[in-house]
């Protein structure tokens, strides 16, 4: 994993990424016990737009990293160094959650990771039964700032879902 | 019976209530989830290994960490 950061680092510096963070389950895993998972989700900023906006190209990133010899792909993931990845364009609310992401340490490597209130957001977007799991464990055990999770599902349209989806007290 | 009624004999020869071991479970769990990064990446590695050969799940990739 730490290599894995330091490619994600390396596009960043090389430009091809504005900014990124660590979201998904290992985001989560930042807050929370310890879950199984399978893959790193990398949310990214792109450096650059398509003229289409609508049309993303994440080719740059994937020709980097061919370039430096990964190249290979299982599913979805690309292998790096070990661990299957997935880069993510960032875009309205997760673009914000990159955004407001903090820093973290892995091995010296330093990294960012997504909020607890931002991950809430997006899981609640997903909204799949995993993803409500993970609502739940975050508000079990991470230190949440309800006030701004609040701000967030309200920017977002989100309340009327956290309330039919977590049947949580918020 | 009541469930909360019942006790348990746990380590330490400690007589506890279901519900007092659910709440420690509790617990438990908040303790486990301020380990560091690194250390919850440690586990993490564990338990795909753990699903690979336990769980039979040959899709699982195990991370280098």
């Keep these: ?170 | 019976m009541n469930e909360d009624n019942i006790k348990i004999l746990i380590k330490g020869n400690r007589i506890i209530s279901l519900k007092e071991l659910f709440s420690e479970e509790i617990e438990a769990r908040k303790e486990m989830a301020n380990l560091s990064f690194e250390e919850k990446i440690k586990i993490l590695v564990d338990l795909q290994k753990l699903a690979y050969t336990w769980g039979g799940k040959k899709d699982v990739i195990i991370w280098r960490s």
């Design chain 1, 1 to 170: 994993m730490k290599r894995a950061l330091e490619v994600v680092n390396e596009l960043k510096q090389k430009g091809l990424i504005l900014d990124y963070a660590i979201g998904g389950a290992i985001g989560a895993l930042r807050w929370v016990e310890p879950f199984f998972t399978r893959d790193l989700d990398v949310f990214i900023i792109l450096a650059k737009q398509s003229k289409n906006n609508e049309l993303v190209v994440l080719t740059p990133i994937y020709d980097y990293l061919a370039e430096h010899d990964y190249k290979e792909w299982i599913g979805q993931w690309i292998m790096i160094d070990g661990v299957p990845v997935e880069f993510i364009p960032a875009i309205g609310l997760s673009k914000e959650a990159v955004e407001q992401a903090i820093s973290i340490d892995f091995q010296g490597i330093n990294s960012k990771v997504m909020t607890p209130e931002y991950l809430i957001a997006l899981f609640l977007s997903a909204g799949r039964d995993k993803d409500i799991t993970k609502i739940r464990l975050l508000l079990e055990q991470a230190s949440v700032d309800h006030k701004r999770l609040n701000g967030i599902l309200k920017k977002y349209n989100l309340v009327e879902k956290f309330d039919r989806l977590t049947n949580i007290k918020r």
